[in-house]
Every structure is written in C-alpha cells, then in structure tokens.
C-alpha cells in the first residue's frame, strides 16, 4: 500500500519522480486532474484531484503519510484549504519552491518568488512536518524552446539574468530522498545545477548537442510581453514572467545540495540537452 502521494505529476518534475519511483518499485500514487490520460502500473495508482478544488482531495490523500506539492497558481487563495485537508491526512509535506525565495525580505523581487515565500509560509503555519526545495530554474523550461530551434535555429526571448540551470531529474532524485527518508523533515534545501549558464549558454549548447548552429537573440520585455499575450498566455501569468525577468537579481549560486543527498554530482545541461535532443531536431 502506497504511503506517498505525488502531485504535478504529469508535469516535468512529478514525471520524473512518478519513474524513479516505478524504477525502484516503490508504489505511489499520482495525483492528477485527468487519470483517463494518465498510465497505471502495478506500482502506480493514478487518482482524480484538483489543487484549485479542495475538497476534491479528501478521497485522494485518505491513507497517506507524505506528500509532494508543488503549487501551480499564481496566488495561495487556495492554498490553507489544501494544506489544511493535507495535515488531516498526512504526516509530511515535501514543497517545491523556488531558489530566488530570500527569507531576510519582507517582500520578494517579483510575483513567482513572492508566491513561493508565501506558500513556504503557510506550510511553516499548518500543523505538519515539511521539507523545502527550493529549486533553482529547471532545464525543462527549454523545451519551451523547442520549435522555434527546430523551424529556424534562432531563439528569440527575455534575456533573463543567468542562473545555475538544474536537470528535472535531479529536482526529481532529491524529491524523492525527501519522501522517503523521515530525516528530511524540517529542512530546507537549495537545489541547483553545476554551472551558472546565460539563456545564449543554453540555446548554444542545444545547438552543440544536435549538431547545428542556434542562438539566442534577445527581445525587449515589452516585445516579449505582446509576443506572450498573442500566443493567448493568460495575463497574470504574462505580467508574472515579465516581472520575474525583469527583476531577478543575478546570482553565482552554485551547490552541492544534489550531490550531498543523492551521492550523484548534479547533471549539465549539456547531459540534459542530450537526453532531449530529439524534441529540437
Ligand atoms: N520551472 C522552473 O524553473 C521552476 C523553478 C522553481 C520551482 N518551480 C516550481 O515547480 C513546479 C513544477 O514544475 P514543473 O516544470 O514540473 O511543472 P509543469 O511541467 O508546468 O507541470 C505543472 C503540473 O501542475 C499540474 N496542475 C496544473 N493545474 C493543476 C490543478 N488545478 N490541480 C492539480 N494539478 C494541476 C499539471 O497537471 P495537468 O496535466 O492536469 O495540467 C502538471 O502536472 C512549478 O509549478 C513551479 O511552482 C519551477
């Protein structure tokens, strides 16, 4: 009988836990919106829930003891009502957050990272054990990047200050550290990958990989804010973005988080490249 529950899980990282868990045998259960869409296995049990739609978790976590959370709002209007369904059920939580959250600010330097403080905050509050990762940007981002490289070579976006881009699959690997090893709880972990990479790093190092020579052109904020809104991304979100690039500090961080926990140096973002390759041919 699964004692852990993994929400997101069809997105980039909860895939990724999802398949270490299948990997090494470990039943889980994956929550997710549509489970018609989702495959099951003898090891994972796929059940229906909403995070915007609280009570439909109550079936879904009855039984558990641990859960991943990740929070994919741009506010925590729901947020005490699932963390307060959460703590009925289980016995710990396992957030992910963003490495851009400074604890010493009253308020954080842009939306996505004031959400996350917030959030932090409210698992802090609610009457359960926690674990914190705080992640740092997540390579799968540049799958959104993917057409533009496959129809011509060329990505044209924010220039985003540069950071220490990190492998969903390490996010993953830590994660699931933290779900299973009760010695986790109370603890915050930065987790990032082994090398600052610029947007052009990344955009050059796919072009290495596939074998074709790509780059990144930079595109005022206001340009990118019109090119978002008529790709029909929804505004708050679009303001997010924009505010996010505009003001996220640059930073050095690099650390040894994922090495320290897993025993595995962090994946480059070359390894990832490589490991999605086929999506930018
Ligand atoms: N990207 C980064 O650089 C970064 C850095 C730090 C932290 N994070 C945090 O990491 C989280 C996960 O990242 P990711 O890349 O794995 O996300 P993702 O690929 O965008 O996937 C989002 C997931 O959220 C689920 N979801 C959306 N709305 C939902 C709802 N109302 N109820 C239940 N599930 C819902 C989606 O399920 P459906 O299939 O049903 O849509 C999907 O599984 C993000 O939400 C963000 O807060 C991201």
């Not at 842009?110 to 403080?117: R, V």
């Not at 533009?148 to 985003?160: C, F, H, L, Y």
């Amino acid at each position: 009988m699964s004692e852990i529950l993994v929400t997101g899980a069809t997105g980039n990282v909860g895939r990724e836990i999802i398949a270490q868990f299948r990997t090494a045998g470990t039943a889980v259960r994956a929550l997710v919106r549509n489970p018609e869409s989702f495959p099951s296995s003898n090891s994972v049990q796929v059940v229906a829930g909403d995070l915007s739609q609280p009570d439909t978790l109550e079936k879904a976590l009855a039984g558990f003891r641990t859960v991943f959370l990740i929070w994919p709002f741009l506010t925590t209007e729901r947020a005490p009502a699932v963390l307060k369904s959460i703590a009925q059920h289980a016995d710990r939580v396992v957030y992910l957050s963003s490495s851009g959250v400074n604890e010493d600010a009253d308020r954080q330097t842009d939306p996505i990272n004031q959400l996350h403080a917030d959030m932090e905050r409210l698992i802090i509050g609610a009457d359960i054990a926690h674990t914190i990762l705080r992640s740092d940007t997540i390579a799968s981002n540049a799958r959104g990047w993917a057409e533009q490289i496959r129809t011509t070579n060329v990505v044209r976006g924010p220039e985003i200050a540069p950071t220490a881009v990190i492998h969903e699959r390490d996010v993953a690997a830590v994660a699931v550290r933290a779900l299973t090893d009760d010695r986790n709880a109370g603890a915050t972990y930065v987790l990032t990958g082994p090398e600052v990479l610029s947007r052009e790093d990344q955009v050059r190092t796919i072009g290495e990989v596939i074998g074709r020579r790509t780059h990144f052109e930079p595109v005022p904020l206001q340009i990118a804010r019109e090119q978002m809104l008529a790709d029909g991304r929804p505004p708050a979100l679009v303001e997010a973005l924009v505010a996010s690039a505009e003001s996220r500090p640059a930073s050095r961080l690099v650390t040894r988080v994922v090495e320290k926990i897993t025993g595995a140096p962090a994946r480059t973002f070359r390894s990832w490249a490589n490991d999605h390759a086929d999506i930018f041919i």
